[in-house]
């Protein structure tokens, strides 16, 4: 076993994703699954919202309830769910208004964090993808070991974006213990801002394996 992989046979790995595991194959699929093939216990935390929801996104939030409704035997997923992996269909309201957050803060995303507290997430690297207050504020309830912020989007162009979006990223970069990049504009952008960023690029085969997972803040 390479020295990547041993470092983390065992160790607790939480996605906070950006898409649902549904969505089309993507980095997020092939970390995760790179990971349990590691060793690793993965939970992967499905889109917890950036943007209000349009009519286009019926069928997706329709699935959600679904998903959280079913138990874990009746779901039927997309993808194939590696064994090691357990996906979490949150229910949150999106960060875009205040009371939203206030929701999320204070009832939604408490219910998720004694789903993850029960099973052992103490010692745990989360993954973030999302600069928004619903991760500031799970990072908070979850008190993890480490974080990663795996920027693969320039969320400050996105065209609606939170008003305070420069804010929250800013906190989830101060929270961050390493920053990856998909590209070479995104690690110009985020080098200003984080001492240590890293590059990787979408499509590595056996991505884990090649990731500085070694580096002294993990």
Not at 24 to 36: D, E, M, S, V
Not at 52 to 81: C, K, Q, V
Request: contains cysteine; hydrophobic residues 40%; proline residues 7%.
């Amino acid at each position: 076993m390479n020295r990547g992989a041993g470092f983390l046979k065992g160790r607790q790995i939480v996605f906070l994703s950006s898409i649902d595991w549904d969505s089309a194959w993507q980095r997020h699929h092939a970390l995760a699954k790179a990971f349990t093939e590691a060793g690793c216990h993965v939970l992967f935390l499905e889109n917890t919202g950036f943007r209000n929801p349009r009519l286009s996104d019926a069928g997706r939030i329709l699935s959600r309830l679904f998903h959280f409704i079913a138990t874990e035997p009746s779901r039927r997923r997309a993808h194939p769910i590696p064994t090691g992996l357990r996906i979490l269909s949150p229910l949150v309201l999106p960060p875009t208004h205040r009371l939203f957050r206030l929701a999320n803060r204070y009832w939604l995303l408490p219910a998720i964090a004694r789903r993850f507290r029960r099973r052992d997430l103490e010692d745990a690297i989360i993954i973030a993808y999302i600069p928004s207050q619903t991760t500031l504020d799970l990072l908070d309830l979850f008190w993890p070991r480490r974080v990663v912020y795996d920027v693969v989007d320039h969320f400050g162009g996105h065209p609606e974006p939170p008003a305070d979006l420069a804010e929250t990223e800013s906190s989830l970069l101060r929270a961050s213990d390493i920053v990856f990049t998909t590209s070479p504009y995104l690690q110009e952008l985020h080098e200003k801002r984080h001492p240590h960023v890293s590059r990787v690029h979408h499509g590595v085969g056996e991505a884990v394996d090649h990731l500085p997972w070694g580096h002294r803040s993990l």
